[in-house]
């Protein structure tokens, strides 16, 4: 048998893989427009009542007299009299109730005068720990509850990115993304990349596949000493746009390279998301190994790094699953209150969802088996509503 038989010459494979990268991203542009026709740019779905009520704490009745008396703005109504909300009408409630209900800091939890801004990485060493997922609900759960949310992609592969209905590759293949923040020559400030979406309160800034330079570039800025370091680069880069937000949730690559670790030195705190595998758990019993290597190292060098928090989240949970209840209990067992209370489940609606690039607070509720909704919207708001207690006490602020 000839060579040719068994192997393609170098140039047929480069070839080849350039063809099927150039199909693919073809025809994931085709399946992006036709799912969010008639723009090509996602919007966000309009909120009933219910939801709305449970958003804010306003009690329906509440609602209901509210809007009788004309102290509510007007919304669309159907023909049965319901009404439906756009986030910043709701986001317009709240600031109604701010100023005259009773308990008005309730209805605005964002930063006060003397809170610093919380920064948040969701990290793991793994792959498919649900990093984004967890990223993209929890950011748009909170720009609901009526904080000002930055969300950053740091990771090159921009799954976050690509959730907000942006094609990566295509339409940031010539810059505008944090790479342009951080790289050591002419790096932009971060306000130039920071995007506005369709999600009331909520921006992000992109990553794309240029990012990945930033771990030779870093390397060679070591070596030369350039400044500053990429210890600080993020760190200053968010301090240009700090007082635009009160929570900024970094989406971090699967791997403990300058990226992450830019990340982590930047952050207030940690979200470190597990599935409960024996597989899954040893690969971050590695990453908290070399992080915490990696940490010393850097702490010797340029000073003690502090975190307001260090939380787990035991993700991709299926509760009739026995091996994993019992993986589930050994980690509370050891990392005991560091483990959040709440799981975020496994669910065919978030994966479902996920095939348009959507979420399960975006996804038409009618589209979808209400049981199944409800069970993780359950699960998704749990988790989201536990941390956002960990921030307010963050802030030094007592939770219910």
């Known amino acids: 048998m000839t060579s040719t038989d068994t192997t393609v010459s170098t140039g047929a494979v480069a070839a080849s893989i350039s063809a099927n990268a150039e199909r693919l991203s073809r025809a994931l542009n085709d399946h992006m427009r036709n799912s969010f026709q008639p723009e090509s740019r996602k919007t966000l779905r309009r909120f009933n009542a219910s939801e709305v009520s449970e958003l804010t704490g306003i009690s329906m009745s509440n609602l209901r007299t509210r809007h009788q008396d004309g102290d509510f703005p007007e919304v669309q109504t159907d023909a049965r009299g319901r009404r439906s909300y756009t986030a910043g009408e709701i986001d317009r409630i709240r600031d109604i109730m701010a100023r005259t209900g009773r308990n008005g800091d309730a209805y605005r939890p964002g930063r006060r005068d003397g809170d610093k801004l919380q920064i948040i990485s969701i990290v793991n060493f793994k792959g498919g720990s649900s990093k984004t997922t967890t990223a993209i609900h929890l950011a748009q759960r909170f720009a609901l509850r009526g904080y000002r949310v930055l969300a950053l992609d740091m990771d090159p592969q921009a799954s976050l990115t690509t959730m907000f209905g942006y094609r990566p590759e ?104 597990v599935v409960p595998s024996m597989l899954d758990v040893a690969s971050m019993a590695q990453f908290l190994e070399m992080a915490g290597e990696t940490i010393r190292a850097l702490e010797e060098a340029s000073g003690t790094i502090d975190w307001d928090f260090l939380k787990f989240l035991v993700a991709r949970y299926e509760p009739t699953d026995v091996p994993q209840s019992q993986m589930a209990g050994f980690l509370r067992s050891i990392l005991l209150d560091q483990v959040l209370n709440t799981p975020m489940l496994k669910s065919t609606a978030i994966s ?13 509720p009618g589209q979808v088996v209400r049981k199944t909704l409800d069970r993780i919207m359950e699960s998704v708001n749990g988790v989201a509503d536990e941390f956002e207690a960990t921030i307010q006490a963050a802030w030094g602020r007592e939770t219910d």
């Open 170 to 273: 295509i339409e940031f293949a010539e810059g505008g993304t944090i790479y342009d923040a951080l790289r050591y020559e002419n790096p932009v400030p971060l306000g130039e990349v920071v995007r506005k979406t369709y999600f009331h309160n909520l921006d992000l800034a992109p990553a794309g596949l240029m990012l990945s330079e930033y771990e030779t570039e870093t390397a060679y800025a070591l070596q030369h000493r350039l400044e500053p370091p990429f210890t600080q680069r993020l760190a200053i880069a968010l301090d240009e746009i700090e007082a635009n937000y009160d929570l900024v949730l970094i989406d971090c690559p699967p791997q403990l390279g300058f990226t992450t670790m830019s990340a982590l030195l930047a952050s207030t705190g940690l979200l470190i998301t």
């Open 352 to 364: 479902d969802a996920g095939m348009t690039q959507q979420t399960i607070y975006e996804i038409d």
